[in-house]
Protein backbone atom coordinates (compact mmCIF):
# COMPACT_ATOMS: atom_id res chain seq x y z
CA UNK A 1 0.00 0.00 0.00
CA UNK A 2 1.16 3.13 -0.81
CA UNK A 3 1.34 5.70 1.32
CA UNK A 4 3.32 9.59 1.15
CA UNK A 5 3.46 11.64 5.16
CA UNK A 6 4.16 15.45 4.86
CA UNK A 7 6.27 17.48 7.55
CA UNK A 8 8.21 20.41 8.19
CA UNK A 9 5.38 22.96 7.77
CA UNK A 10 5.13 26.16 9.78
CA UNK A 11 5.00 29.95 10.34
CA UNK A 12 7.22 31.84 8.64
CA UNK A 13 7.84 35.43 8.34
CA UNK A 14 8.15 36.84 5.05
CA UNK A 15 11.67 36.43 3.16
CA UNK A 16 12.61 32.97 5.27
CA UNK A 17 12.84 29.36 4.89
CA UNK A 18 11.33 26.14 5.22
CA UNK A 19 12.28 22.81 4.41
CA UNK A 20 9.27 20.24 3.77
CA UNK A 21 9.93 16.43 3.94
CA UNK A 22 7.79 13.56 1.94
CA UNK A 23 8.42 9.97 3.74
CA UNK A 24 7.21 7.14 1.25
CA UNK A 25 6.28 3.72 2.03
CA UNK A 26 4.89 1.14 0.01
CA UNK A 27 7.16 2.21 -3.31
CA UNK A 28 10.53 2.83 -4.04
CA UNK A 29 11.78 6.15 -5.62
CA UNK A 30 14.35 4.30 -7.65
CA UNK A 31 11.32 3.77 -9.77
CA UNK A 32 8.71 6.73 -8.84
CA UNK A 33 8.32 10.76 -8.98
CA UNK A 34 7.00 12.70 -6.56
CA UNK A 35 5.83 15.92 -6.74
CA UNK A 36 4.85 18.91 -4.54
CA UNK A 37 1.47 20.32 -4.96
CA UNK A 38 -0.04 23.34 -3.10
CA UNK A 39 -3.50 24.64 -2.28
CA UNK A 40 -3.81 28.18 -0.84
CA UNK A 41 -7.68 28.90 0.62
CA UNK A 42 -10.56 29.43 -2.45
CA UNK A 43 -7.93 28.37 -4.77
CA UNK A 44 -6.91 25.10 -7.05
CA UNK A 45 -4.22 23.04 -6.11
CA UNK A 46 -1.16 23.78 -7.89
CA UNK A 47 1.74 21.99 -9.05
CA UNK A 48 5.19 23.16 -7.60
CA UNK A 49 7.86 21.20 -8.17
CA UNK A 50 8.44 17.44 -9.52
CA UNK A 51 11.53 15.17 -9.55
CA UNK A 52 11.53 11.89 -11.62
CA UNK A 53 13.15 8.77 -10.33
CA UNK A 54 16.67 9.23 -12.43
CA UNK A 55 16.73 12.96 -10.12
CA UNK A 56 15.42 15.17 -13.11
CA UNK A 57 13.68 18.27 -11.57
CA UNK A 58 10.87 20.88 -12.30
CA UNK A 59 9.33 23.72 -10.52
CA UNK A 60 6.61 26.08 -11.49
CA UNK A 61 8.12 29.23 -13.17
CA UNK A 62 6.61 31.14 -9.43
CA UNK A 63 9.35 29.10 -7.25
CA UNK A 64 11.63 28.95 -9.77
CA UNK A 65 15.54 30.30 -8.43
CA UNK A 66 13.48 30.04 -4.71
CA UNK A 67 12.43 26.07 -3.97
CA UNK A 68 14.94 23.25 -4.34
CA UNK A 69 13.52 19.77 -4.41
CA UNK A 70 16.00 16.60 -3.49
CA UNK A 71 15.71 13.49 -2.55
CA UNK A 72 17.11 10.55 -0.72
CA UNK A 73 16.33 7.16 -2.09
CA UNK A 74 18.11 5.08 1.33
CA UNK A 75 15.19 7.13 3.51
CA UNK A 76 12.32 7.04 0.29
CA UNK A 77 12.14 10.92 1.18
CA UNK A 78 11.69 13.37 -1.32
CA UNK A 79 12.41 17.40 0.37
CA UNK A 80 11.37 20.78 -0.53
CA UNK A 81 13.90 23.49 0.39
CA UNK A 82 12.15 26.68 0.51
CA UNK A 83 13.99 30.04 0.86
CA UNK A 84 12.60 33.56 0.03
CA UNK A 85 9.10 33.01 0.91
CA UNK A 86 6.48 35.19 0.44
CA UNK A 87 2.79 35.40 1.89
CA UNK A 88 1.63 34.29 -1.85
CA UNK A 89 3.08 31.11 -1.14
CA UNK A 90 0.95 30.77 2.31
CA UNK A 91 -1.10 27.10 1.23
CA UNK A 92 -0.97 23.56 2.33
CA UNK A 93 1.30 21.66 0.63
CA UNK A 94 0.55 18.14 -0.67
CA UNK A 95 3.19 15.40 -2.18
CA UNK A 96 2.00 12.58 -4.28
CA UNK A 97 3.63 9.99 -6.36
CA UNK A 98 2.77 8.79 -9.72
CA UNK A 99 5.51 6.44 -12.31
CA UNK A 100 6.38 10.43 -14.03
CA UNK A 101 6.05 13.93 -13.26
CA UNK A 102 2.63 15.84 -14.44
CA UNK A 103 1.31 18.98 -13.04
CA UNK A 104 -2.31 17.82 -12.75
CA UNK A 105 -3.61 16.30 -9.85
CA UNK A 106 -5.78 13.77 -11.51
CA UNK A 107 -2.75 12.08 -12.83
CA UNK A 108 -1.73 11.18 -9.09
CA UNK A 109 -3.33 8.44 -6.97
CA UNK A 110 -2.07 8.78 -4.18
CA UNK A 111 -1.43 12.03 -1.88
CA UNK A 112 -0.44 12.54 1.43
CA UNK A 113 -2.31 14.51 4.23
CA UNK A 114 -0.53 17.80 4.09
CA UNK A 115 1.57 20.18 5.78
CA UNK A 116 0.68 24.06 6.24
CA UNK A 117 2.63 26.74 5.42
CA UNK A 118 1.92 29.99 6.27
CA UNK A 119 3.80 32.94 5.22
CA UNK A 120 3.49 36.11 7.15
CA UNK A 121 4.80 38.81 9.47
Known amino acids: QVQLVESGGGLVQPGGSLRLSCVGSGFSLDYRAIAWFRQAPGKEREGVSC???????FYVDSVKGRFTISKDNDKNTVYLQMASLKPDDTAVYFC???????????????WGQGTQVTVSS
Open 96 to 110: ATDYGCSWYPADYAS
Open 51 to 57: ITADGTT
